[in-house]
């Protein structure tokens, strides 16, 4: 097997904390950079200007005589370390110059790759201007440090860093390009418009789907790189299938693995369970007014504000229906943690948590710890009103948002994602679209029993892993979902809660066992192997 001397990596979510690709690098970047110490070289954007990145460690010390060529060469870069494990060497790229450039940028990838610009808008011309940055700041290192007898990767990821590749694949062929799709553009569009991607995904044009839903610039650039570098992945078996029906087969898989080392050990783990439970069953009951007795059982659902694609809408279904569910046997908190147009925390809110006092009464609109900017436009909150959930004292479910970001500074539950979700007895991720997963992977580290659906990367792993469909007990249950069968997957949902709420302490123990076990098959130290596969796959072509 070939294996590289340098990689360099570009990705928008290099120290810039937007969404999962920030959690595939940063828990990856350890296992690479203990097998080729600071030989690996991630590149992001310099979207901080004069403010301090809280993910970036600026070292000067790092390629200095480098730094002082680049300055020559017109970059403008700033080098030090991602502030992650293994604290790998990471430059912020400022790429705000070749905006003057870009019409000549992009005529050259016309002529070159056949990349069509001309209906680009909203985020594409500045995706593309980073990624044609990372690419001129690969070529100057590589020059700088005379790299033409060493074997070199240029790992791209999603299509804003596209240019990048396609621009290094000119310049110096030499370089190994490898491109990651973590889900396709077109695909993403498709299920987010409303479309039954699944049924139909074998008739689907590609090309003229981006014409249809105003795509054609992010489809074609994501189309002519994949076409291009010498070797092209994804992240699960469901995304690969997307990718040859819509844009080409792929090479290797690249399944998203994980490190557990935030995960607390021993007496630390129960005290922060401990204390993640007393905070959210006091948040319900300032809310609410009602109280809540130990043995409730907490149920969750996270992620990206996609209400469709992520399956909140048929979780809050399933919790309408729960709520009706004879079976159900102890009363439950079903919380929805997705960062919402978001206004100030509730200062009647605020004024009950800090009391500290147990209450009686509701507040007005007791499902909702922020206020919204768009209250009567609201996804979730419009669904409640539908169904007519209003967190009533009868009521056995009482389903509550959280439309903010878990950071540990939100004003209300002030308590980071991670010590939140393990005081949870259930997470549910419904999703359908979903390339990989890494909310329920991330739940089952935490040793909490997840549900998911099989139009989820993990799902899909999770069934592959038992060599059948996986059930609650196996610590993820994996539901089958299709384009039209919504209606069948609220119930399954509602009945496996239902069900797990009359599970006996034993059982319970043992689906949380089962769950912590599965999430150690999904490390980085099983799923590394598939990275070097594909830098074999690319080096190979040179």
């Known amino acids: 097997m070939i294996t590289p001397d340098y990689i360099f990596e570009s990705s928008w979510e290099v120290c810039n904390k937007v969404g999962g690709i920030y959690t595939v690098l940063s828990t990856r970047a350890k296992t690479l950079q203990d097998a080729m110490p600071d030989r690996l070289i991630f590149m992001g954007p310099d979207c901080w200007g004069e403010k301090k990145s809280p993910f970036f460690i600026q070292d000067d010390s790092i390629l200095a005589d480098w730094q002082k060529q680049a300055a020559k060469e017109g970059i403008k870069v700033k080098v030090g370390r991602w502030d992650i494990p293994g604290k790998p060497i990471a ?41 044609y940055a990372t690419g001129k700041v690969v070529e100057s290192i590589y020059n700088f440090l005379k790299l033409e007898k060493k074997k070199v990767i240029f790992h791209v990821n999603e299509w804003q860093c596209g240019m990048g590749a396609l621009y290094i694949k000119k310049a110096i062929p030499a370089i190994g390009t490898i491109f990651t799709t973590h889900a396709t553009s077109i695909g993403r569009s498709i299920a987010g418009n409303d479309k039954p991607l699944y049924d139909y995904l074998w008739a689907y044009n590609g090309d003229q789907m981006a014409a249809e839903l105003n795509m054609e610039s992010k489809h074609s650039i994501e189309k002519q790189t994949a076409y ?54 006091q948040v319900a009951n300032c809310l609410t007014g009602c109280e809540f007795p130990e043995d409730t059982i907490v149920v969750g659902t996270s992620g990206r504000y996609e209400f469709r694609n992520k399956g909140i809408d048929v979780f809050v279904e399933a919790m309408n229906r729960l709520n009706r569910d004879k079976d159900l046997k102890k009363p439950v908190i ?83 994602y991670y010590d939140l979700i393990i005081g949870k007895d259930l997470s549910v991720y419904p999703s359908y679209y979903e390339p990989w997963g890494y909310t329920p992977l991330e739940s089952v580290a935490f040793k909490v029993p997840c549900i998911t659906t099989d139009l989820a990367g993990f799902g899909l792993w999770a069934n ?79």
């Open 91 to 131: 430059l912020l790229v400022d790429f705000q110059q070749y905006f003057s450039q870009k019409d000549a940028i992009y005529g050259e990838m016309w002529e070159n790759f056949k990349v069509d610009s001309l209906h680009a808008f909203g985020d594409y011309d500045e995706s593309c201007m980073f990624a």
């Open 228 to 281: 291009n570098v010498d070797c092209f992945t994804t992240v699960s078996d469901i995304t690969a299938t997307e990718c040859k029906e819509l844009i080409k087969p792929v090479d290797v898989v690249l399944p998203n693995g994980f490190e557990n080392d935030f995960v607390p050990k021993g007496a630390k783990f129960t005290a922060r369970r401990k204390a993640a439970r007393k905070i959210m069953l």
């Open 334 to 416: 079903a919380f929805v943690e997705v960062p919402a147009w978001v206004g100030d925390a509730r200062e009647d809110l605020v004024e009950r948590v800090k009391s500290g006092k147990t209450f009686d009464t509701p507040l007005d609109c007791p499902m909702l710890t922020h206020w919204l900017h768009n209250m009567d436009h609201d996804n979730v909150l419009g669904m409640m009103k539908y169904n007519d959930m209003w967190n009533r004292p009868e009521d056995m479910v009482k389903l509550i948002f959280i439309p903010c970001y878990l950071n540990g500074n939100d004003g209300i539950v002030n308590t980071p």
């Open 464 to 542: 592959s892993e038992k060599g059948a469909y996986s059930e609650i007990e196996d610590g993820v249950k994996t539901i089958h979902r299709t384009d039209y069968n919504y209606s069948e997957v609220a119930d399954i949902i509602k009945d496996t809660v239902a069900e797990f709420s009359s599970f006996s302490e034993a059982k319970v123990k043992k689906a949380r066992a089962a769950a912590d076990k599965l999430s150690k098959k999904a490390l980085w130290s099983e799923f590394i192997k598939y990275y070097w596969q594909a830098y074999d796959f690319a080096l190979s072509k040179k």
